[in-house]
Each structure stands twice: as C-alpha cells, then as structure tokens.
C-alpha cells in the first residue's frame, strides 16, 4: 500500500513537472504571425483557392499625339512662355526659348513630362499645363467600286462591311470576294487583310467581319469582266452578250 502512494506520489509530481517546462516554453517561443491571404482583382480570395486565374482589369489607352493637332501650352508662374502650337507633318513642335522637340505618339502626360524636361534647362522646376485645342478626328477611307468613295468619320466599332454600306454599297463592277483592308503599322509599314466580302454576304455570317481602326484605307477592286468590257467596242459586246437581237 505504501508503495502504491509512493508511486501515485511520484506520477503527480511528474506531471505538475512537465506541465511547467510546458508553459515556460510556450511564452518563449515566437509568435508565429498570421498566414496572409491571396487578395485577386475579384475581391476575394475564392477564385485563387479554386485554381482559376483572377480577372485583370485593363485601362483604354490615352490619345496619342499627331500630325495637326493643336496644343496650348501655359505656364503660370512665367506666362512669357505661355504659346500655342501645332504639331507639324514631321511630328516636331517649335518652342518658345528651347529647341523643338519630337512629339508625334506621345500621350499628354508623356508631353508634360517632356516639356518639364526640355524647359528645366532654363527655367528652375518649370509648372507647365498643357490642353489638347484641337485635333484629327479618328477617320477612314474607302475607296474604288463603291458608290460614294471617300473619307469617312470613325464614330464608333465600324466593320469592313459597315464602311462597304457607309460608303453607298458595291457597284455592280465590284469584286466584293476580294476587298483590301490597308492598315498602317510603326515605322511606315502598311498591313494588308484581304476581306471576302462575297462569301460573308452569301452566308448570312459577319462572324468573320475585320474591324477598322482610325486611318484605315478600304479599297474595293474591279471584277475582272468589267475590266475586259472596258476593251471591247459596244456593238461587239452587244452582239455577245445580246445574241437574239442579232
């Protein structure tokens, strides 16, 4: 019996033991910060938990500078420099006190960076605003064997198809299976899309349809009867295409 209490005696002590070593190491170790959470575009972190990519969120892009446009520039703590200009064929404008500068593709943030840049070699921090005055209107062109060729505004999503109606539709010399669609890219090179114009009309299915963009250039070519009509004298071709009357 007394080895029982002894024992009984030992084990409570033992535990009482380890439960100090057990508190005393639980205030020493660090603690151990919170796991952050995956924040997505979406708000919440549910998307990412599910492996799916979450939704980015683009900006439309700013206008760009061209050939022109008209600018005015304001400087209010030195209104002497204070002058409006336009953007010339080469894509420069003259400045006032400084040299021209090369502003053809800037947007008008990008501008006033610059002209800070340029007018901070005379003028110490330089406050300069700049307002867009006037500007080319976003357009495009159509031209050949359409009713009405010409230049158009681009108000809005316009596809090869709406400009062909815009433009008073096809001549009857048209060869609407083989319309071009001239686009410019940088550095002066011109991207060309061959529209088959024919063959979307025919099916009932615009799905295919090429969208343009300001600047485009939209040609519609002869068909090739018409051209060879062009060389052949009206009583010949009155006597083929008309053999009854004859």
Do not use: C
Not at 15 to 33: D, K, N, S, W, Y
Not at 105 to 115: A, F, M, R, W
Not at 142 to 152: D, L, M
């Amino acid at each position: 019996m007394l080895h029982k209490n002894m024992a009984r005696a030992s084990f409570l002590v033992y535990l009482t033991f380890m439960g100090v070593v057990a508190a005393r190491a639980q205030e020493a170790a660090p603690a151990i910060p919170p796991v952050p959470q995956a924040i997505t575009a979406g708000g919440s972190g549910d998307g990412a938990e599910h492996g799916q990519t979450p939704a980015l969120q683009h900006r439309k892009s700013r206008y760009q500078l061209h050939s022109s446009d008209l600018l005015e520039l304001s400087f209010p703590f030195t209104p002497e420099f204070n002058q409006t200009v336009t953007v010339q064929p080469d894509g420069y404008i003259t400045l006032r006190g400084v040299e021209s500068i090369k502003v053809d593709g800037k947007t008008i943030p990008e501008l006033v960076d610059l002209l800070r840049s340029t007018y901070a070699k005379i003028l110490h921090d330089p406050v300069i605003n700049v307002e867009l005055k006037d500007f080319e209107k976003p357009y495009f062109i159509v031209g050949g064997e359409v009713g009405h060729p010409g230049k158009f505004d681009l108000r809005s999503d316009t596809s090869v198809a709406q400009a062909v109606a815009i433009a008073g539709g096809l001549r009857d010399s048209a060869k609407h299976s083989q319309v071009l669609l001239f686009h410019r890219v940088p550095d002066g090179w011109m991207q060309v899309k061959k529209v088959n114009l024919k063959k979307m009309l025919k099916e009932a299915n615009l799905e295919e349809d090429a969208q343009l963009q300001a600047g485009d250039f939209l040609f519609v070519p002869k068909n090739t009867f018409s051209k060879i009509e062009r060389f052949i004298p009206t009583s010949s071709v009155g006597m083929y295409t008309n053999p009854v009357l004859h």
